[in-house]
Structure formats: structure tokens, C-alpha cells
């Protein structure tokens, strides 16, 4: 009986890891295609084919469900943008316009609402520094070593390449991805130049 124990245990703790999986896919779908305020538990729990109750228990709040989505979606965007040669601007923003086309619509939605929905605004929060992050990596040769000038060429390209920027050519203008990444491209370009 002892020898069976090992087993039971480790089948209850792969299908638990399943049901997380399979709740945090359901979620991320939603999230994806629908406001956060018309997401709801329930929907979550019966596009992944579990309870309620096994929603609430794994992630104990609607906040704790999209804090747990953001976490695997973290890598996943950050992996979307990476760039294998630092300074090369067309892969940097041809990287970034793609995370674009697959979150964008998300990343408007939770814009939205930042300002009435705590647990987004702190998503956003660390949203911007992950970009951040992003524009010193990817343009790391082309930047200056240090100093004012330093923040004031990352804050513009900051700007130059941030999501409004899609929004703007790619859902408002409905410019094609191509174009997109043309005029995204033109004043990063022109931003990096500067300092040369």
C-alpha cells in the first residue's frame, strides 16, 4: 500500500497542475478578446471545464487570476521582442510591431480601464518598465553610455515606439503592419542618429 502512495500523490499533483493550466489558458483567452470588467469567474471556469469553486480556490479573487496571467504572459511578450542584434532597428521594431498585433487590442482594453481597475494600473505600471527596459536593451550600442542625454534619447524612444503608436497607424488609420513598421521605424532611426 505504502509503494502506491508515491504514484497517487504525484498523479494528484499533475492533474492539479493541469487544472491550473487549463483555467490560466481559459483566462488569457478571455482576457484577450474581452474588457476585464466583462470577464467573469464563471465564464473562466466553464472555458476551462472546472467549477467555480476550483477557480476561487486556485486563484481566491478575479485580481489574483489576472495577476497569475500576466505572469505567464510576461515571459511570452519579452520572448515576442527580443532581439538577437542589439541596434539593429529594424528587428527591434519589427519584433515590437508583432507583440503589437498579438496583444494590442488587449494592451487598449486595460489602458481603458487603468484608471478605474487597480490591479490593471499596477499591470500597466510594470508594463511601461518592462518597454523601458526593453528600448535600453534593444538599443543598447546606440544609446550613450550615461547621463541626461542618455535618459532624454530612452524616453524618446520610449515614445517613438510605444504602443500608442500602433494604435494609432494600425487600428485608427487601419494602415497595414508593413507601413506600420515603416513609420514606427523612420524616427527611431532618426532618434538613433543623433548620437552618432
Avoid: C
Avoid at 56 to 79: D, H, Q, T, W, Y
Avoid at 159 to 181: H, M, P, V
Amino acid at each position: 500500500m505504502k509503494a502506491t502512495r508515491p504514484y497517487r500523490m504525484t498523479a494528484r499533483a499533475d492533474a492539479a497542475a493541469e487544472t491550473g493550466r487549463r483555467i490560466l489558458a481559459a483566462a488569457s483567452e478571455l482576457f484577450l478578446t474581452q474588457d476585464y470588467e466583462d470577464v467573469t469567474l464563471q465564464a473562466v471556469a466553464d472555458r476551462a471545464e472546472v467549477t467555480l469553486q476550483t477557480v476561487l480556490r486556485r486563484f481566491s479573487s478575479k485580481e489574483g487570476l489576472v495577476s497569475e496571467v500576466a505572469e505567464v504572459m510576461g515571459p511570452r511578450i519579452a520572448r515576442a521582442r527580443a532581439v538577437t542584434t542589439p541596434g539593429d532597428v529594424a528587428e527591434a521594431v519589427r519584433n515590437l510591431v508583432g507583440s503589437y498585433e498579438e496583444m494590442g487590442l488587449m494592451n487598449w482594453r486595460m489602458l481603458r480601464q487603468e484608471h478605474r481597475i487597480p490591479v490593471l494600473r499596477e499591470l500597466l505600471v510594470g508594463a511601461r518598465a518592462m518597454h523601458r527596459a526593453w528600448v535600453e536593451e534593444a538599443f543598447a550600442p546606440l544609446l550613450p553610455r550615461r547621463g541626461a542625454e542618455r535618459e532624454r534619447r530612452v524616453l524618446r524612444l520610449f515614445a517613438a515606439d510605444d504602443f500608442y503608436q500602433w494604435k494609432l497607424f494600425r487600428i485608427d488609420l487601419a494602415l497595414s503592419r508593413a507601413e506600420t513598421e515603416r513609420l514606427i521605424q523612420d524616427p527611431v532611426a532618426a532618434l538613433v542618429k543623433e548620437g552618432t
